[in-house]
């Protein structure tokens, strides 16, 4: 394992960046090579398989990085696994994840990608025994599929999986055990969604009567990933009427301060992307 992640494809922790979803010309060039090499990729055939498509590493990052999180591409066993396009059928797909692992992953996504302190027992309870969702909590914020965050006492779901349907997210669930033997230095980089940041941002303001003083409301943010949290998470929320900034106070205005966490999402949901250079 160490030595494929050691090298070119998954060496680099930009490998494991936000998710983009349509394959490019470099990924399907990386499919047929893929598929060529029977499917597999591993110690034994990495390097020649690389050397001959001729991509920059850059590029190399960015091609395998979108089939990896498109579900095309598996960590099986110490190997890269195609299951998609012309490897579809040929391979087997990574052994299920635990159906309340799924369920866990499934619960936050369809949550607007984050949960709550306040919202968690009504979330996971249904799902299973406090101490087997809560280890599956740990193991996820691990492998930086989630961030757990106790600044927020929230947890917000990384950017590749909040948009992931079904598939992908089953597909990333069933990888988080070879996830979690891999060397530090090589697990998942992590990026929270937009809209999980925000929401969680917005629930935390709530969690203080609507009201927190701008000193430091930021303070906590550094872990999302973000190259600028203010154009990533404030401001939208600022320009969108979901936050109001005061001289000293950020609030949330009282129509949305007496409103449900679900209507509240909502209303950040509607809000538009952002600023695209920081995203």
């Known amino acids: ?52 498509l001729g991509q920059s590493s850059a590029a ?24 998609g396009g012309a490897c579809a059928g040929a391979t087997e797909t990574a052994a299920p994840a635990p159906e309340s692992l799924v369920a866990t992953m499934r619960a936050i996504r369809d949550n607007g990608c ?5 919202g968690a027992d009504a979330l996971f309870l249904p799902l299973g025994p406090r101490e087997e969702i809560m280890g599956h909590l740990r193991n996820l914020d691990t492998v930086n599929l989630i961030h757990m965050s106790r600044s927020f006492s929230s947890a917000v779901m990384a950017d590749r999986v909040c948009d992931a349907d079904d598939t992908v997210l089953e597909s990333f669930a069933a990888q988080v055990g070879e996830m979690l033997i891999l060397p530090a230095s090589n697990q998942l980089s992590f990026t929270a969604s937009r809209r999980g940041a925000r929401t969680m941002f917005v629930e935390w303001i709530v969690s203080q009567g609507c009201r927190a003083p701008q000193a430091g409301a930021t303070a906590g ?15 939208p929320l600022l320009d969108g009427g979901v936050v109001e900034s005061g001289e000293a106070y950020l609030t949330v205005p009282e129509p949305l301060c007496a409103a449900t966490f679900a209507e509240r999402r909502a209303a950040i949901e509607a809000l538009p992307p952002g600023d695209a250079q920081f995203e």
């Open 60 to 83: 190399l990052e960015a091609s395998g990085n979108e089939l990896l999180n498109a579900g095309i591409l598996q960590l099986q066993g110490g190997e890269l696994v195609m299951v």
């Open 114 to 118: 984050v949960v709550t302190e306040a």
């Open 1 to 52: 394992m160490k030595a494929i992640l050691s090298a070119g494809l998954i060496g680099a922790a930009s490998f494991w960046a936000a998710p983009t979803l349509a394959q490019s010309a470099d990924a399907l060039a990386l499919m047929d090579a893929v598929a060529a090499a029977g499917c597999v990729v591993n110690e034994g055939n990495q390097e020649a398989l690389f050397a001959a």
């Open 221 to 235: 943010m550094g872990a999302f990933g973000f190259e600028n949290t203010l154009a990533s998470v404030i401001v």
